[in-house]
DNA sequence: CGGTGGAATCTGGTATACGATAAGGCTCAT
DNA sequence: ATGAGCCTTATCGTATACCAGATTCCACCG
């Protein structure tokens, strides 16, 4: 593996986005700094640093003296977001797969394995997997187009939890990565390109439907 | 004015970061936190939130316990940058003329004759300028897409400093300002899309020639 | 019943201490 | 000389304690 060793604001920062993205912090709620440092058992440092990089991340506000405050989702911001997957997702995944060594290739046929694997579980937490997936696709590409990507990613997924994530639509998309994976694998672009586009719609589709109601 | 107060670590923040830009601190270079805290007066709290951010602007990479580390500039990154910008930019221009309010359009006006006021100047600093009005024109259009831009012209800035700063290549590139600002305040969001991909086409070529010295 | 003047509460920041780790130099045996 | 292994040192990452200033809340007063 890569790196093993990770400081404590890394893992503060995870632990809190996955709050943020499961809801158990809810939109509109002001984080108590002192609260969730003692519920973590860290130190101030390390959750201020987690926060502000959830604020750059687009999952938190900060007001001055007043601190940080979960970002609110809407349905602006849904379309924001997916728009910007559109225009760069799919040149990102097609530009990776060119320059993706067997290396990647294990990485993201691994990645999807996890992912599969978490589909079968009763309630396993697919929405997180299905990103690694997708990141994994991405990562050969380019470390600014990974780092976007990422941000981006983050930020669907509060709307794929919230509105999706009860339905079972794992059907199409799952067999849907499985096609993805093997173009990607082939070096096949174009074809890349193609199938994912075709599955951001899928999903901003279904996600679409889910806001009229 | 919007915010006035801003906190010790957004400055730390922003005086690092143009550090970084001018190439005050090199690529390669180690950042010692306490010689840096020092210098800017300021504790290794704020510091280190900001360091965190730059982090995440692809300004610094870190090492777990040999802390952070100015990134190198690479014609590939260059590249990158640059074709991330084509894909959003034009794109989130002229989005943002379509929701511009008056004061939206107002703002956008000061930024351009700070610039121009800038370029009057013997040696100001118009690169920072020239970022703070192509900011401007982004602003309106969401706040996700205003993050993204933020980055990759930040990223872009560097690139632009060091290679087309020493030219005086401003001619062309003051006269494409005001017509695209004119058309966004008249909301023709197709010219100002042609134009701003224009105006990305002719920093990138001047960028091309350079590197290619 | 509305305004006002504290308290109480938090945040943002400082100073300081300390364990852990990485990097470089030194010793020593070969 | 040279390479292995040890030791020193510098620095990072984190914790703790503390403080000033801003915000919020509430009780009191007119």
Redesign the pocket.
């Known amino acids: 593996m890569n790196i093993v060793?990770?400081?404590?604001?890394?893992?503060?920062y995870e632990i809190v986005r996955r709050r943020i993205l499961v809801g158990a912090m809810q939109p509109g709620t002001?984080?108590?700094?002192?609260?969730i440092?003692a519920e973590l058992?860290?130190?101030?440092?390390?959750?201020?640093?987690a926060?502000g990089r959830l604020e750059q991340d687009g999952l938190l506000s900060?007001?001055?003296?007043?601190?940080?405050v979960v970002r609110d989702l809407s349905t602006d911001e849904a379309s924001e977001v997916f728009a910007l997957r559109l225009k760069l997702e799919p040149g990102a995944v097609a530009e990776a797969c060119l320059r993706a060594t067997p290396t990647d290739h294990a990485a993201a046929e691994k990645a999807l394995s996890a992912l599969e694997a978490e589909l079968a579980k009763p309630d396993g937490d697919h929405v997180s997997f299905n990103r690694a997936f997708h990141l994994a696709l991405v990562r050969p590409g380019g470390h600014i187009t990974f780092q976007l990507m990422e941000r981006l990613q983050i930020l669907a997924e509060r709307y794929v939890r919230v509105h999706l994530e009860p339905l079972g639509r794992d059907e199409r998309a799952s067999q849907e990565h499985r096609e993805i994976l093997t173009a990607w694998t082939r070096g096949d672009a174009a074809e890349v390109e193609a199938l994912t586009v075709n599955h951001i719609l899928g999903t901003l589709s279904d996600l679409k439907q889910q806001l009229s109601t």
């Open positions: 060793v990770r400081t404590l604001s890394d893992q503060t002001a984080v108590r700094q002192d609260v440092a058992g860290v130190s101030k440092i390390p959750l201020r640093e926060l900060s007001y001055p003296n007043r601190g940080y």
